[in-house]
C-alpha cells in the first residue's frame, strides 16, 4: 500500500480521536478511500471513518510529533472536548461538552452508526453486536456512547445520571447511576450493545455500582 500524502497525513491526524470521524472535500476522502485508510458510512449523512489501518497512520503521526498515543482511558474528569469533536458523555465533565438537545442526539446516533460499522470492518467475523479492539482501547468513551446511544442520561451540573469512570482492573470500567433503577437501566443498555456487566456494592458506601467490561465472545 503506497504511504499517505501529506495532505492526506493531515485529514487523518485531524480526524475526531472518539470516532475516527474524518472532514475534507469529498474528492480528498473518497481517495482515502481508495487508499483504504477511510471507509464511507451506508447510512445517510454518509459521513466518512478512519479504517484500522487509518487509525495505525493517525497514533504514528501522534508518536511521530513526540507526543503520548491516545491513552486507553481519559482521566476521571475530562476537560469538555474541544469545538466541533464529538465526545461521548461520561457524566463526569464540568460543562456539558458540544452541542446539546435533538443536534445532540444526531452526534450520537451517527457516531454509534460509525462504532457498530467499525465493528463490521474490524471483527474477524464481521459481529456487529460485539465489542470491537477500538472499544476495548477507549474504554471509558466507549461504554459512554453505548449509554448515552440508548438513551440514557448522564450526570451534568444539577442533573442526576449515570457516571463511566476508569478501574484499576483490566478491560473495566465503572458505572454508577443514581438509583438502583437507572442502574438496571443501564446494565440493560451495556448487556446488548455487547458489554457483559456485574453490580457490586462496596462496604464502605454500601453504593451499588456496575463493573463493565467489553464481551470478547
Known amino acids: 500500500m503506497r504511504p ?17 470521524r474524518l472532514s475534507g472535500t469529498e474528492t480528498q476522502l473518497t481517495g482515502l478511500v481508495r487508499a483504504r485508510l477511510a471507509f464511507r458510512h451506508p447510512r445517510p449523512p454518509h459521513a466518512y471513518f478512519l479504517t484500522p489501518a487509518g487509525h495505525r497512520v493517525r497514533e504514528e503521526g501522534v508518536r511521530d510529533e513526540g507526543t503520548a498515543p491516545p491513552t486507553p482511558e481519559p482521566p476521571p474528569s475530562p476537560s469538555p472536548a474541544p469545538s466541533g469533536v464529538f465526545a461521548a458523555r461520561t457524566g ?19 457516531a454509534w452508526e460509525g462504532l457498530v460499522e467499525l465493528r463490521r470492518m474490524t471483527n474477524t467475523d464481521g459481529s456487529r453486536d460485539r465489542p470491537c479492539a477500538w472499544e476495548r482501547s477507549h474504554l471509558v468513551q466507549a461504554a459512554a456512547l453505548a449509554l448515552e446511544a440508548t438513551g440514557c442520561l448522564p450526570a451534568g451540573p444539577g442533573t442526576d445520571g449515570y457516571r463511566v469512570t476508569p478501574t484499576p482492573q483490566p478491560e473495566a470500567v465503572a458505572v454508577h447511576a443514581p438509583t438502583p433503577a ?36
Open 92 to 110: 463526569t465533565e464540568p460543562t456539558p461538552p458540544g452541542a446539546q438537545g435533538p443536534a445532540r442526539a444526531r452526534e450520537v446516533r451517527t
Open 182 to 217: 437507572s442502574l438496571h437501566t443501564c446494565a440493560t443498555a451495556l448487556n446488548e450493545a455487547g458489554w457483559q456487566t456485574s453490580q457490586h456494592k462496596p462496604p464502605r458506601t454500601n453504593t451499588p455500582y456496575l463493573l463493565a467490561s467489553p464481551r470478547r465472545t
Open 4 to 20: 499517505p500524502t501529506a495532505v492526506q497525513r493531515r485529514i487523518i491526524e485531524a480526524a475526531d480521536p472518539a470516532t475516527g
